[in-house]
Each structure stands twice: as C-alpha cells, then as structure tokens.
Nanobody, 114 residues
Framework: QVQLVESGGGLVQAGGSLRLSCAASGSIRSINAMGWYRQAPGKQREFVATITSDGRTTYADSVKGRFTISRDNAKNTVYLQMNSLKPEDTAVYYC????????WGQGTQVTVSS
C-alpha cells in the first residue's frame, strides 16, 4: 500500500509558475515510477510526466520545455515544476505511483487565468 498526498496547486496568471509536490508513504521501496496526470473539466485524464526509480523522465509534448519532474528520495517526494503556465494547463493534477498496482493521490487544482 502506498499513500500519496499532493499539494501546491492554486490560482496563477498566464506565464506564471507553480510547483506541485507529492509526498509518498507506505511501501515506498516497491515504487517503480511516479508520475503526474491531469484532468480538465469535461475531458479525460491525460499524462503529464513520469520519473522512474533510476531518474529517467518522460513528458507529454504539451508540457515539454515548460514542466520539470524531479524526485527527492530522502523525502519520498516527487515534484512538478510548472513554468510558463497557460490557461489550457488548468486542471486537477493527480500524482500516481506504479508498483504492482497503480496508486493515485486525491488531486490538486491548478487554475491559470488569462
């Protein structure tokens, strides 16, 4: 079992920045990868970024060059630094952890105003 708690969402103007955090607890040694997804109103949840246990990262094309995923193993925390935010980045952002099963956090709202 893994518990995930996201934080750091909020309201920001277009062009601004936010940093999301996802703190993991529980069976964290079994985590293969952690990632961020987002879901805008009326849309399906979509992939944003992922980072493996050995630090390899993958990004959605829509966020490449603007978002950076990183992890602090000592704090069991994954971060998503979001720069140059756009109104279309507005969504609920979810953290996940991949073990044998996939665990999800409760989500944190990000709203980008134009």
């Amino acid at each position: 079992q893994v518990q995930l708690v996201e934080s750091g969402g909020g309201l920001v103007q277009a062009g601004g920045s936010l940093r999301l955090s996802c703190a993991a607890s529980g069976s964290i040694r079994s985590i293969n990868a952690m990632g961020w997804y987002r879901q805008a109103p009326g849309k399906q949840r979509e992939f944003v970024a992922t980072i493996t246990s050995d630090g390899r990262t993958t990004y959605a094309d829509s966020v490449k060059g603007r978002f950076t995923i990183s992890r602090d193993n000592a704090k069991n925390t994954v971060y998503l630094q979001m720069n140059s935010l756009k109104p279309e980045d507005t969504a609920v952002y979810y953290c996940n952890a991949v073990l044998v099963y996939v665990y999800w956090g409760q989500g944190t709202q990000v709203t980008v105003s134009s």
